[in-house]
């Protein structure tokens, strides 16, 4: 199984639906994030997570929501779809422990057509 | 804020060596950091560099000039495999220093 998991693979929606990404875990990594990819734009930060009470806005949160349910549990919302939320939304973790850092674990990726 | 400069493209044939700059603006700094993705792929951790000087692993090599604000990725003895898009970021004291901004991405297209 992949240590960080993303439901669903693709998704087309209808503009003003509400949908959900989910994200799960299996790293025990504390630190959960949400990016964006838009080609030639890299990857935006939505959404970041320290730990289940810690959640924070990143760069690009208009429009969008998180929960997180449990450490290994972090999911995307977004409220009311619309077309320029077309994108390919990646899920990542990170571990605070240590004095080293070790880059993040992605996972697959949703990619979202909003119609 | 944060700011990186990347290249967009860049060509180069099997078995070749390239480079990959990335230039940053940065209010704090931690370390450069790159990530390879493949097409429909999830981005890889590649290398961290938080010290001058050059970071060895294989065939890629990661370079950090911090009074210059810039780095590399060095690919050598090029393979069709390494046809991706290379992402390079910078690691920030924001977040208690786990927060990385990314650059724009480098497509890198390796010809026969």
């Known amino acids: 199984d992949a240590d960080v998991t993303q439901t669903p693979r693709n998704r087309i929606t209808k503009t003003g639906k509400r949908i959900m990404l989910e994200c799960s875990q299996t790293?025990?990594?504390?630190?959960m994030y949400w990016y964006r990819q838009d080609p030639g734009l890299g990857l935006r930060l939505i959404y970041y997570?320290?730990?289940?009470?810690?959640?924070n806005k990143g760069e690009i949160s208009d429009g969008y929501s998180v929960s997180r349910q449990a450490q290994a549990k972090f999911s995307l919302s977004l409220e009311s779809a619309i077309p320029n939320q077309t994108a390919l939304y990646f899920c990542?973790?990170?571990?605070?422990?240590?004095?080293?850092?070790?880059?993040?674990?992605f996972g697959s990726g949703t990619r979202l057509t909003v119609v | 804020g944060q700011s990186l400069e990347q290249p967009s493209e860049v060509t180069a044939v099997e078995g070749a060596i390239v480079q990959i700059n990335c230039t940053y603006q940065?209010?704090?700094?931690?370390?450069l950091s790159w990530y390879q993705q493949h097409d429909g792929g999830a981005p890889t951790f590649l290398s961290y560099?938080?010290?001058?000087g050059l970071e060895e692993t294989g065939r890629f090599s990661s370079f950090l000039s911090r009074s210059d604000s810039y780095g590399y990725l060095l690919l050598q003895e090029l393979q069709m495999k390494d046809s991706a898009s290379y992402f390079c970021?910078?690691?920030?004291?924001?977040?208690?220093?786990?927060?990385?901004?990314f650059g724009g991405g480098t497509r890198l297209m390796v010809k026969p």
């Open positions: 997570s320290f730990d289940v009470k810690d959640i």
């Open positions: 790293k025990g990594h504390d630190r």
């Open positions: 990542a973790t990170s571990d605070s422990s240590g004095q080293g850092f070790y880059g993040y674990t």
């Open positions: 970021a910078v690691r920030s004291p924001r977040g208690a220093g786990n927060m990385l901004t």
């Open positions: 560099n938080a010290l001058d």
């Open positions: 940065t209010s704090g700094f931690y370390g």
